[in-house]
């Protein structure tokens, strides 16, 4: 028997105790909490399928049982459940929502990581002791979730993150409490016999791999020679080994803290783009709101970040790279001539569907270094007036004229959120 055990038995752990919260079917949760006449009944959340947005986000229970799965087309699943009830997303709300989980978890820890808008790790090490045992904890979180917002939390409790993340998808989503405590000595009871590509990190081309050289289970992973997989996958290959493992030093880090390591923004083009010219202005758009993001958290960034990503989703297609700039900027003109040389010099005119741009290396600091043919000190008082009346106007009251051009998505991207409707 493992040490890790559903509600009743586990021990309070001797090292760190990381809980990842995960909510069950968060967007069709909300619709169901705010609208009780939709309890019992198969409903699901999906995009708009007039512009290849129609896919499932979200599924009750009822409909999965119809066989509906997230990401699954609508028109499939509307051919799987026919009394399927379609609703449409309402982002700002779920962001409401998910904002209010993070409430109560600060209840319990000041260390709270939102891992997306469902999933949220807390780093409980230095309160446990003043709410009591894991599951315990577990139990009460799970209670005021439920009663202050409709939502059902699935936890998954272990020394660490990764360890939480597995507790959570491989057995609390499983069972009918919802809750799974693991420690860092048994955890391999559990873990081990689970396929490959249950591993958090592994995906389908590694699956592939990873099957060529063997390798079916996480425990055939963790006992696999590290220096071959080293010398096969690189460094990913070592933290896939060290994941089989159990192990992950990462912190739990707030939402703050995060903001250090980058700021980015990314969008799904509404159709495939293939003409450079409004590649290139989406590109200068997402640059806009990244620069403008950077400088609201008054911070600068020193590397320029770029992915693309091609048409056909069944297969790897774009790229991703990076630039190190020589100066520290949250300027719109000095980041998207890194962003234009970097699509310059990779993209070989394949359609595009996906772009993100994002800046890092950040640092805090308003100054302008001075150069003899660029007034740096003007640009910034500009871009900070253009913020100050964008903030008060709304974002599409001060735009580039690129921004009326076809193909551009400002005015689309300021109805939106998470690129659905508000």
């Keep these: 028997m493992c040490s890790g055990r559903a509600i009743g038995g586990a021990k309070i752990l001797a090292q760190r105790v990381i809980f990842l919260a995960d909510m069950e079917s968060f967007f069709a949760s909300v619709e169901v909490a705010d609208r009780p006449e939709l309890s019992g009944r198969p409903v699901v959340v999906a995009g708009d399928p007039t512009r290849r947005h129609g896919i499932i986000l979200a599924a009750t229970k009822e409909a999965k049982r119809c066989g509906v799965k997230t990401a699954m087309p609508l028109f499939e699943a509307e051919r799987l459940c026919p009394e399927l009830i379609i609703v ?52 009460h979180i799970q209670r005021a979730i439920y009663e202050e917002t409709g939502v059902r939390a699935r936890i998954g409790v272990a020394p660490n993150k990764l360890l939480a993340k597995m507790a959570c998808e491989a057995r609390a989503k499983k069972l009918p409490e919802g809750i799974f405590v693991s ?83 990314g969008v799904t083009l509404p159709y495939d783009y293939r003409d450079r010219r409004a590649i290139e202005v989406v590109l200068l758009e997402l640059t806009d709101e990244v620069c403008r993001r950077a400088r609201r958290h008054g911070v600068k960034g020193r590397t320029v970040f770029l992915g693309v990503r091609g048409a056909d989703f069944s297969r790897e297609s774009g790229f991703n790279r990076q630039m190190k700039l020589s100066e520290a900027t949250h300027l719109t003109s000095e980041v998207y001539g890194a962003v234009r040389a970097l699509f310059s010099c990779y993209w070989r005119g394949e359609a595009v569907r996906q772009l993100s741009v994002a800046l890092g290396e950040l640092e805090k600091g308003e100054g302008a270094q001075l150069t003899l043919f660029y007034d ?18 709304g974002p599409t009251s001060v735009l580039r004229a690129v921004s009326l051009l076809p193909g551009a998505l400002s005015f689309e991207r300021a109805r939106k959120i998470g690129g659905h409707e508000a």
């Design 88 to 139: 449409r997303p309402h982002m700002a709300r779920y962001i409401d929502v998910s904002l209010a989980i993070s409430k109560i978890l600060y209840r319990y820890s000041d260390q709270v990581e939102p891992y997306s808008i469902d999933e949220q790790f807390m780093d409980m090490t230095h309160t446990l002791h003043l709410f009591g045992a894991p599951e315990e904890v577990a139990r």
């Design 376 to 393: 740096r000190l003007r640009a910034s008082t500009l871009a900070h007036t253009v913020d100050t009346l964008k903030a008060r106007f």
């Design 183 to 265: 420690d860092s000595q048994n955890f391999k009871q559990w873990m081990h016999p689970l396929p490959v590509e249950e591993l958090f990190g592994v995906g389908s081309r590694m699956k592939r791999h990873l099957n060529g050289l063997g390798i079916r289970t996480i425990g055939q992973l963790a006992h696999f020679p590290v220096e071959r997989l080293r010398q096969r996958f690189g460094l990913v290959g070592e933290r896939l080994w060290r994941h089989a493992n159990g192990i992950d030093p990462s912190p739990v880090t707030s939402l703050q803290e995060e903001l250090q390591k980058g700021i980015g923004h």
